[in-house]
């Protein structure tokens, strides 16, 4: 009975014993003290739902479109680094499961399976996500190949030109492709079936850097090769010559603030993703759901708004909805859930999430996800919200 899973916290657990441990942290931890990582989700659940009873909700609708496609719930997979170390070919397998649930997926530049790879391995179109390197020239090749790939939105994430510090990345001497150490070893060794697993997969360095751009096939730690490729000096004059570059759907991720969101639509963006990096940043900026309303408001219809930070589960999603979120992003919870059991573990978590939902809605008394308001929250004390 040990590995019934009932929720994506089992998922957590149950990828904690299955991935070594540098990888899992990876995935599970934040930067410095980790006060955004904790308050990301105890923000979420701050929030109270308002029970409503006897009302009909036999017939639930969780259907709706983000950025003009239909999506069987508002739900889509962040781009999430290193993918393809928590289980061999894991992007491939995340944009599987999403294509079959009938939501979003998005590869990660920093994805261990390359756009390629990912194109050739599944029938429906995905996101993809920008970082803009200091070689502009990669940059603009990046973004012809999602074209080439017939990528259906691109996402350009603005929060990461310099990284915040990750303790935990420092401490287990995580590095890409894995190099076995001493301190390591013991670790690898007692989970040979991911190790096989990784092995067999079509890549196991930086998938898009690979033979493009200098010091991608060696081994080295993240932050040092963040460090010499990532540009500081991005502004919104770069936006303005990326979304000329792409010509489609743009996405910018990292907003956390209303003045900047106002900038973003500005700038002619479809949708905007409010999110703090899932507290692995700027380690004191406020959980990401405490900026979604003032956001929302500042954007006020001129753009979609979607939702990043702590969703694990339907109630936290269903939370973000009502505060007017087009969608929430699932990054830990997917990465939780492919560590666990791969493609199955990601359709499991997705599962579990879109039941989770669909139970809050009928809980609360609502019938249909494009509908839900405030109304519907609480604070602490049971007072509106």
């Known amino acids: 009975m040990g590995n019934v899973i009932t929720n994506v916290l089992d998922l957590r657990e149950l990828a904690r014993r299955r991935v070594p441990k540098a990888f899992f942290e990876y995935a599970d931890r934040g930067s410095y003290d980790e006060i955004t990582l904790r308050d990301n989700r105890q923000a979420l659940e701050a929030i109270r739902l308002r029970q409503r009873v006897m009302v009909d909700v036999d017939q639930r609708n ?17 781009p999430t680094g290193l993918t393809g170390l928590q289980w061999g070919g894991g992007e491939i397998l995340g944009a599987r499961a999403a294509a079959e649930a009938g939501i979003p997926f998005c590869l ?14 599944v029938d429906k179109p995905f996101w993809f996500q920008l970082y803009v390197m200091r070689d502009r020239g990669f940059t603009r090749a990046l973004i012809e190949r999602a074209k080439a790939a017939n990528c259906s939105a ?12 990750r303790h935990r990345e420092i401490k287990n001497g995580l590095t890409v492709p894995p190099k076995l150490t001493l301190s390591n070893f013991f670790d690898i060794a007692s989970k040979p079936a991911w190790l096989w697993r990784v092995l067999r997969a079509p890549s196991r360095s930086f998938g898009n850097l690979a033979g493009q751009i200098g010091g991608a096939d060696s081994v080295l730690t993240l932050a040092q090769w963040i460090a010499q490729q990532f540009d500081p000096t991005l502004s919104w004059r770069d936006v303005e010559w990326i979304r000329n570059l792409w010509g489609g759907k743009l996405i910018v991720k990292g907003i956390l603030d209303a003045e ?16 703090n990096h899932g507290g692995r940043q700027l380690d004191g900026a ?23 930070g702590g969703i694990l589960s339907g109630q936290s999603l269903l939370k973000a909805l009502a505060l007017g979120a087009r969608a929430g992003l699932i990054g830990k919870a997917f990465l939780y859930g492919l560590g666990a059991r791969g493609e199955a573990g990601v359709t499991q978590a997705i599962e579990i999430i879109r039941k989770e939902l669909s139970v809050s809605m009928a809980l609360t008394g609502q019938t249909d996800v494009q509908r839900l308001t ?10 509106p919200y």
């Open 62 to 78: 969780l259907a709706t479109t983000v950025l003009g496609e239909p999506v069987s719930m508002p739900l889509a997979i962040a």
């Open 108 to 121: 990660s530049t920093m994805s261990i399976c390359s756009i390629e790879q990912v194109r050739a391995a």
């Open 374 to 383: 405030r109304e519907i929250l609480r604070d602490e004390r049971g007072d």
């Open 286 to 308: 406020p959980a990401s759901i405490r900026m979604l309303p003032r956001v929302v408001d500042a954007v006020a219809g001129r753009s979609e708004v979607l939702f990043d």
């Open 154 to 165: 691109l996402m350009l994430t603005l929060d990461l030109q310099i990284q915040g510090q």
């Open 260 to 275: 900047d969101a106002d900038i973003a639509v500005k700038s002619g963006v479809d949708a905007i993703v409010v999110s």
